[in-house]
């Protein structure tokens, strides 16, 4: 079974259009992976939607204001109890 950080990835490349291996923890999504703010919208329900077999939870808009890199989505749902 694939790790968090991998299905994050996953989700990043897809929906940034970038590749693998410049998805890291330390990335910036708008800096290094040239995310612009819809980008970022569409990456937290992507987010969503892609864990919402393991925990029922929302990215709000008060989260995703914090979420600036991929360690940030990283800490976001290892406080939603995944990790």
Avoid: Y
Avoid at 62 to 68: F, G, T
């Amino acid at each position: 079974m694939a790790t968090v950080f991998e299905r994050v990835r996953d989700v990043v490349v897809r929906q940034l259009k970038v590749k693998p291996d410049e998805v890291k923890p330390e990335a910036s999504l708008v800096d290094d992976l040239r995310a612009d703010s819809l980008d970022i919208v569409d990456l937290t329900i992507a987010i969503e939607e892609a864990f919402a077999d393991d925990a029922e939870f929302e990215i709000r808009d008060e989260d995703a204001e914090n979420i600036r890199t991929v360690q940030d989505i990283l800490d976001f749902l290892a406080q939603q109890g995944l990790s």
